[in-house]
């Protein structure tokens, strides 16, 4: 994926990336990345194309449309994998918009906004930014017209498109609030690897790993989704696959012949990367923190120390 598209964006490596769980869905990636960058699509429609697709979503919408919407099975359908219970609020938030839709019960403009509040986490902003150009209690009581976007939930005609939609933005905003939840953790695992560089709200490989996979990535690409049999043993990357060996004379050729440099030895190029590193780091402190600032963290970073001993 990364050699076909070059970097990826923070939307792509916090939405899309975490979804590439098997070949299939990480092929439609790669297509669907460029289909959003040429404004074809969207981030939001490659994440329900990807859930709609397994079976458990598609079971769990065929129960909400084939039977009447009481709680139980609001909490059925939500598929909180730790406790129905937590889907409960999903209930109310039906039920108000329901109402707001087919009833043209504009009075119900605050039952919604309640039923959003009663949500959990990052749900809520999503609900709220998808339904409200604003949601302060004093504009939708005053001028509910100004504050109610009119959404495609809204416009919708029958039961059976209202249930569909619901059932797409309550899974849409869940997964959302998922990937966004474990966008750090993810980046300290990338991190841990020591082969991904995080800029300017942007992916991309650091210049020996990038080298040393352009070489292989078509091999390598093949074993991504397979079950290796020393998955659980202690072996070297040889007896995983004779392309997972770095060979730093082969990539150090390579890295001459495309950057026009002359080095003799990988680790002469490696101390520029290094260097490069050191700089990068640099220059990060002296756009993110004043004098002042660093002063302080080192105060704190004494006192820590201090304790500890």
């Given at each position: 994926?990364?050699f076909?598209l070059?970097?990826?964006?923070?939307?792509e490596?916090?939405?899309?990336?975490?979804?590439?769980?098997?070949?299939?869905?990480t092929?439609?990636?790669?297509?669907?990345?460029?289909?959003?960058?040429?404004?074809?699509?969207?981030?939001?429609d490659?994440?329900?194309?990807?859930l709609?697709?397994?079976?458990n979503?598609?079971?769990?919408?065929?129960l909400?449309?084939?039977?009447?919407?009481?709680?139980?099975?609001?909490?059925?359908?939500?598929?909180n994998?730790?406790s129905?219970?937590?889907?409960?609020?999903y209930y109310?938030?039906?039920?108000?918009?329901?109402t707001l839709c087919?009833?043209?019960?504009?009075?119900?403009?605050?039952?919604?906004?309640?039923s959003?509040?009663?949500?959990?986490?990052?749900?809520k902003?999503?609900?709220?930014?998808?339904?409200?150009?604003?949601?302060s209690?004093?504009?939708?009581?005053?001028?509910?017209?100004?504050?109610l976007?009119?959404?495609?939930?809204?416009?919708?005609?029958?039961e059976?498109?209202?249930?569909?939609?619901?059932?797409?933005?309550?899974?849409?905003?869940k997964?959302?609030?998922?990937?966004?939840?474990?966008?750090?953790?993810?980046r300290?695992?990338?991190?841990?690897t020591?082969?991904m560089?995080?800029?300017?709200?942007?992916?991309?490989?650091?210049?020996?790993?990038?080298?040393?996979?352009?070489?292989?990535i078509?091999?390598?690409?093949?074993?991504?989704f397979?079950?290796?049999?020393?998955?659980?043993?202690?072996?070297?990357?040889?007896?995983?696959s004779?392309?997972?060996?770095f060979?730093?004379?082969?990539?150090?050729r390579?890295?001459?012949?495309s950057?026009?440099?002359?080095y003799?030895?990988?680790?002469?190029?490696m101390?520029?990367?290094?260097?490069?590193?050191l700089?990068?780091?640099?220059?990060?402190?002296?756009?993110?923190?004043?004098?002042d600032?660093?002063?302080?963290?080192?105060?704190?970073?004494?006192?820590?120390?201090?304790?500890v001993e």
């Amino acid at each position: 994926m990364y050699f076909k598209l070059g970097c990826l964006s923070k939307n792509e490596y916090t939405y899309i990336l975490p979804l590439c769980i098997n070949k299939e869905i990480t092929d439609r990636a790669l297509v669907k990345i460029k289909d959003i960058r040429d404004n074809k699509c969207s981030v939001d429609d490659f994440i329900l194309d990807t859930l709609l697709s397994m079976d458990n979503y598609k079971e769990a919408l065929k129960l909400l449309i084939s039977n009447r919407v009481i709680e139980k099975l609001v909490k059925v359908i939500g598929m909180n994998r730790k406790s129905h219970n937590y889907d409960k609020p999903y209930y109310m938030l039906y039920k108000s918009l329901f109402t707001l839709c087919f009833d043209n019960g504009k009075n119900q403009l605050l039952n919604v906004y309640k039923s959003i509040d009663g949500l959990r986490g990052k749900t809520k902003s999503f609900w709220n930014d998808y339904m409200f150009y604003s949601n302060s209690i004093k504009t939708l009581k005053n001028n509910p017209e100004k504050a109610l976007k009119r959404t495609r939930l809204l416009t919708l005609k029958t039961e059976k498109d209202f249930k569909k939609e619901f059932f797409n933005l309550l899974h849409l905003f869940k997964a959302k609030a998922t990937l966004s939840d474990y966008l750090d953790l993810n980046r300290r695992y990338f991190r841990l690897t020591d082969t991904m560089l995080f800029q300017d709200n942007t992916l991309r490989m650091d210049i020996i790993p990038e080298y040393f996979f352009k070489e292989n990535i078509d091999n390598i690409y093949k074993l991504a989704f397979t079950k290796d049999k020393n998955i659980q043993e202690d072996c070297s990357l040889s007896e995983i696959s004779p392309y997972l060996i770095f060979d730093d004379k082969k990539i150090l050729r390579n890295i001459n012949k495309s950057l026009k440099t002359r080095y003799s030895n990988i680790n002469d190029f490696m101390e520029r990367v290094d260097d490069e590193r050191l700089n990068r780091f640099k220059s990060l402190i002296e756009k993110k923190f004043t004098n002042d600032m660093l002063i302080k963290l080192l105060e704190m970073f004494e006192s820590r120390k201090q304790d500890v001993e």
